[in-house]
């Protein structure tokens, strides 16, 4: 039984990831088109290419981490190499240099590409630990949930606090917008250093494995996996859905329901910005993530993933019929406190499943490649976000919108719309049609659970 400091710690490394992830995710792209001045077919490009070679980059750290031995272990030693180059290269992604038009996007390539690679060394095997932390399915499960409550827990504070703190640099400190983009972020890397140095301190590394066989015999075994293949298309809806929505969410405040937009409840009002907006959802992920463990306990991991994720669709149409007014604002409101609560629920049974995923190629096949499973895992998430995150920009190109307008057309307004909306709902529909074929039941899992007892040895 693994301590509640592990679970801890392992929690404290997602914490990390999930705040450098989600202001990538929600901020970068508004960072491109609208400060640093790229065109949105530019920004489109960019985010595709480099986040195509951060997929691509997922399977090679996979394989490498998985043949890596120390005395701290295979994958945990990682989160202390990578934790300053993770923080530094944040910190450069949102550097403003003064250059012309082709030389800021040489910059922002190379520094993108820089920061996705970072990401990759630290963030691969930090998702393989959950592999040989504990051998029981449904303690991964827990390690899951504590993973994702604290990437939300951290998702959270950087969203709700990155607005309040570029306004900190700017009004306070008289920086220009580049440079309070700047300023906060050094606040947040900080923040995030200390997370990936804590989690390297209170974590263990406790099922001893056998390394793959070879590299040419890891990938075999891993096209022939069956359930990898499906988790994995599950873990690209699973993304797609939230960064398309999340992607969205920066332009439709500004450019739909306007910077200044309140709401009133009686005598209490308070500013209705993008940084809450998206906030609340992290607290309702959270919440989310606590109820995955009984859920998934009770109905199974697959039953309570597909639920989940019809659940989102039909609710992310819903958001596309509310007005722009007092009452649609906390209409919106609600609904992203549901969506997110699904999504909660969702998060940490894909990570729980590629653990299970691990274990049944190690029965199958006697080795265990377990980073290069997790591997895609991470894999198949970035390229969910490369393509939802260009496709945003691209569309909102073709529908017409105009980075830093006075207004934008009605078809601009409808393109954000679907966004949040129509488009999501139908990505959540094929990701329930996705996992309903998913074979790795709770009772197959127990037998195979059963089995590795026999095959591996556990401190």
Known sequence: MARLREKIGYGMGDMSSSMFWKIFS??????????FQLTLAQTATLMFVTRFWDTVSDPMMGVVADRTETRWGKYRPYLLWFAAPFAIAGVLLFTTPDWDNQGRLIYAYITYILMMTVYTGINVPYASMLGVMTADSQEKTVFSSYRMFFAYGGSFIALFAWEPLVNLFSSSFSLSTPDSWQGAMIVIAIVC???FIGSFLLTREHVKVKGGAGL???FKHLLKNAPWWIITAGALCTNLFNTVRGATVAYYFKYYIGENAHISLGTLEFLFFAGLFLAVGEVCNMVGVVSAVPLSKRFGKKTTFIVSALAMAVLSVLFFYVPVSNGGFMTMLLLQILISLFTGIVSPLVWSMYADVADYSTVQNGT????LIFSSGSMAQKFGGAIAGSAVLLLFDAFGLVPNAASQTDTALLGM???MSYIPAAIAIIMALVIWIYPLTTSRMQAI??????IEHID
Do not use: H, M, Q, V
Not at 449 to 454: I, P
């Open 26 to 35: 929600y901020y970068l792209p508004i960072f491109y088109s609208d400060i």
């Open 449 to 454: 659970t059963n089995e590795l007892k026999e």
């Open 193 to 195: 250093f200390c997370l």
């Open 368 to 371: 265990s490649s377990t980073a």
């Open 417 to 419: 719309r679907l966004t």
């Open 216 to 218: 040419g015999n890891d």
